[in-house]
């Protein structure tokens, strides 16, 4: 079949989109990615030149009463007109959102020709843009069965989110020498999802002096905005780390670390899951319905992760849930084999199997 995903905008709709058009084309169909004119997607299909990839100028939904509400509506019809002429070439069977709204108009389209459509909820808590195209597709994928009361009237399946397939695991102490790391020291990995996190950053300067006498190294992933100002605390307060913006190899970096602090993105926590990688989760407070804090919660709850709320963490406190983590291993090793339980078997699989049983009756696979 021939297959669009919709999959732009953040690292958490597109490197699971990437995910499941990895299994699509390896199973001998022909797919298109539609993605936002966001650097990030850019960047990260730079490289992946087996995809045919168009850009939509779709933006996200502002408040109804906001003058942006005239901005949004002109791009989100410039997009529909674009997938309607996009899909006259490239006549697709089935079209996948893995939502925010780069997938809506292409979900739109879909209808529109009377082909299968399908989105995918990573988070617990859905978004908006999912919330509205559900009415138009013939099923719905979570990520977490946790999200399945949200669409009591629609056909759900859980397949887990999708983890790509680059992310395998590497042994340890190789990865660390790639990264200037002494191989037998523990790591702590730090990051704030695909554009790093102020919050997190901030939490982690505040942590530094707090942590001086624990053998302890870190992978710090900042952000563009704030590698400086991190790279300058760490070496004021000798902790070694290796500090970067960002790292494209991030197999490498979840292979080094036996700890990680970061957002609680649905995305991330697969791809921690399929690492095996403990983490001490701070959910980013402003996320729509606070979907990360409940994706935390449910990480949490398994034993598979440390909650803690960015209102209520200080230097201090999150020093000290570092310190017990690393200083008691057997735990730490607990907690790991808890996180590798939260992995989806073949998610990637599920949603593109998803796909052909839909559309076997148009196209045979």
């Known amino acids: 079949?021939?297959?669009?995903?919709?999959?732009?905008?953040?690292?958490?709709?597109?490197?699971?989109?990437?995910?499941?058009?990895?299994?699509l084309q390896n199973r001998g169909h022909k797919v298109m990615l539609l993605i936002s004119e966001k650097d990030i997607?850019?960047?990260?299909?730079?490289?992946?030149?087996?995809?045919?990839?168009?850009?939509?100028?779709?933006?996200?939904?502002?408040?109804?009463?906001?003058?942006?509400?005239?901005?949004?509506?002109?791009r989100f019809i410039e997009s529909l007109s674009l997938c309607r002429t996009i899909y006259r070439k490239f006549k697709p069977h089935a079209v996948l959102g893995m939502g925010g709204f780069t997938s809506t108009?292409?979900?739109?389209?879909?209808?529109?020709?009377?082909?299968?459509?399908?989105?995918?909820?990573?988070?617990?808590?859905?978004?908006?843009?999912?919330?509205?195209?559900a009415r138009i597709v013939n099923a719905v994928m979570l990520g977490f069965k946790e999200c399945a009361p949200f669409f009591p009237k629609i056909r759900t399946e859980i397949t887990g989110t999708p983890v790509r397939t680059e992310l395998?695991?590497?042994?340890?102490?190789?990865?660390r020498r790639e990264l200037g790391l002494q191989e037998h020291l523990p790591t702590l990995l730090v990051m704030g999802g695909s554009q790093g996190a102020s919050g997190i950053n901030q939490a982690l300067i505040k942590a530094l002096p707090f942590l001086q006498g624990l053998p302890l190294q870190v992978i710090h992933l900042s952000g563009a905005r704030d590698e400086r100002l991190v790279a300058d605390n760490y070496r004021r307060e000798n902790v070694p780390a290796y500090i970067a913006p960002f790292h494209h190899r991030m197999e490498e970096v979840y292979s080094a670390a036996d700890l990680v602090v970061a957002r609680a993105g649905a995305a991330s926590l697969a791809e921690l899951a399929a690492f095996s990688l403990p983490g001490i989760l701070i959910p980013f407070p402003y996320a729509a319905d606070d979907h990360q804090t409940r994706n935390a919660e449910i990480y949490a709850h398994a034993d598979a992760a440390i909650l803690l709320k960015q209102s209520e963490i200080s230097g201090e406190l999150l020093a000290r849930r570092?310190?017990?983590s690393i200083e008691n291993p057997q735990r730490l090793q607990q907690m790991a084999t808890n996180c590798a339980r939260m992995a989806p078997?073949?998610?990637?699989?599920?949603?593109a199997s998803t796909m052909e049983k839909y559309t076997s009756h148009e196209c045979p696979v």
């Open 345 to 351: 078997k073949d998610a990637a699989g599920r949603v």
């Open 41 to 74: 997607d850019t960047v990260a299909l730079s490289s992946r030149t087996e995809f045919r990839v168009e850009k939509l100028p779709t933006v996200g939904l502002p408040s109804p009463f906001s003058p942006a509400f005239f901005g949004f509506t002109r």
């Open 168 to 175: 395998v695991s590497l042994d340890r102490a190789e990865a």
């Open 105 to 133: 108009a292409p979900l739109l389209a879909g209808r529109f020709r009377g082909i299968a459509t399908f989105i995918h909820e990573s988070n617990a808590v859905p978004g908006k843009a999912n919330r509205w195209t």
């Open 322 to 324: 570092i310190r017990e």
């Open 1 to 23: 079949m021939n297959a669009v995903i919709a999959c732009g905008g953040t690292g958490g709709h597109l490197f699971p989109g990437i995910a499941v058009a990895e299994v």
